[in-house]
Nanobody
Framework: QLRLVESGGGLVQPGGSLGLSCAAS????????MAWYRQIPGKQREMVAR???????SYADFVKGRFTISRDTAENTVYLQMNQLKPEDTAVYYC??????????????WGQGTQVTVSS
């Protein structure tokens, strides 16, 4: 069974740093893009950062210059390094990946989410 397992959330003070990781496991034929989304209570889930198989990266404007996404293709893992955190970054962060378990069949998968709280 294919799974995305996130780790690294927690409580941090404003201006601090936190790192998230997400590992994909299971029957993976090919892993395409990997991304991080976040959801603040009462709001829609929004894309934070995305990295594709060729390591082309895009960021939401609200994290540019503060967050860094990277991936370890061999380990099917994506990371999100979050610096200069602000209280408004408080949210549940979700890992997302487009994965094929067999040729010509790509599906979207989501992790269970990890809470990030920025507060003094």
């Amino acid at each position: 069974q294919l799974r995305l397992v996130e780790s690294g959330g927690g409580l941090v003070q404003p201006g601090g740093s936190l790192g998230l990781s997400c590992a994909a496991s299971g029957s993976i034929f090919r892993l395409y893009h990997m991304a991080w989304y976040r959801q603040i209570p009462g709001k829609q889930r929004e894309m934070v950062a995305r990295i594709n198989r060729c390591e082309s990266i895009s960021y939401a404007d609200f994290v540019k210059g503060r967050f860094t996404i990277s991936r370890d293709t061999a380990e099917n893992t994506v990371y999100l390094q979050m610096n200069q955190l602000k209280p408004e970054d408080t949210a549940v962060y979700y890992c997302n990946a487009a994965i094929s378990t067999k040729p010509s069949s790509v599906s979207d998968y989501w992790g269970q989410g990890t809470q990030v709280t920025v507060s003094s």
